[in-house]
């Protein structure tokens, strides 16, 4: 049996941070407090790695977060890397600090880190799926989904648009996870339907926990207003919602810990063997080669 994790989730608005100091203090004391809370990982929403870097480029005042890539490169990828990792490495947690866009081979990636508790990088997910306007603007989609053993708890991530993408969840449903990750950011204004077709489903279609932090507010001239939540199967969840914990609705800073027993999955597989009823054999033999020939975006070459 995998091991119980406790999970902690910090749902954040950028528009309060004024300096690169601000942003630090602010991120370090609400990890600190989920960590004294209980938490063994934290995450946090899409774009969260970015808004530091934002900052310190603020007198320029950037259009949009490639520009803020671009301006920033790849040594200030690894500069927040480094804080991410002091922080994990301080409050002996893992952590999950959302997403950033890094410089890569005239384009860019996205791309979503995972510290340990010792501040070492144990993962860097590339997100597998742009939207047409992040293709526009050069993003290259990565081809692989890692999985993360925290004390044999088994983790995936779906970053962004990937947690609206079922062959997402259920590869990493495939590759045995307990839970997935997912940072996203949803653009104003919210509407409940906007995100259960994302996670939730994913988690209902597969029988795993998804963490959900989102982002609210507003960042660069755009307005957030997601809803942050910790799924579960609706076999094993109160009134059968398919929602173990969640973020005051309206809220758009707020925070929370929530238990992931994976025993709870185990009861929900036994009362609908969800998994018995997957198609193996066609995913082996025809949607691959399918999927992949009908893809258009640019793929991360392999090995680079």
Known sequence: MSAVLSCGLLQMDPSQFKTVHDYQISIAARISSLARKGADLVVMPEYAGMIGASLEIASRVPGNMFEVARVTG?????????????????????????????????????????????GELLAEQLQTHV????????LV????LATINIRGHKLGIAMGTDAW???????????????????????APYTVWRQTRGLWQVVQQNQVFGVEASLGGEWLGCSYQGRSRVFAPVEV???GRGVLAEIASGSIWGELVATLDPSILAEARKAFPIFEHFNIDIYENQLADAYLVGRTVRLKPEGR
């Open 141 to 144: 989609c990565g081809n692989d």
């Open 165 to 187: 993408y079922p062959e997402v969840g259920r590869i990493l449903a495939l590759l045995g996870v307990d839970t997935i990750l997912a940072p996203t950011a949803v653009p």
């Open 237 to 239: 969840t109160p009134e």
């Open 131 to 138: 939207t047409e306007k992040e293709d526009r603007m050069g």
């Open 74 to 118: 790849i040594e200030g990828y690894h500069r927040w890397l480094d804080f991410f990792a002091a922080t994990a490495l301080s409050n002996r947690v893992h952590l999950c600090p959302g997403t950033f866009l890094r410089p890569s081979d005239g384009g860019y990636e996205s791309i979503c880190p995972l510290f340990s508790p010792r």
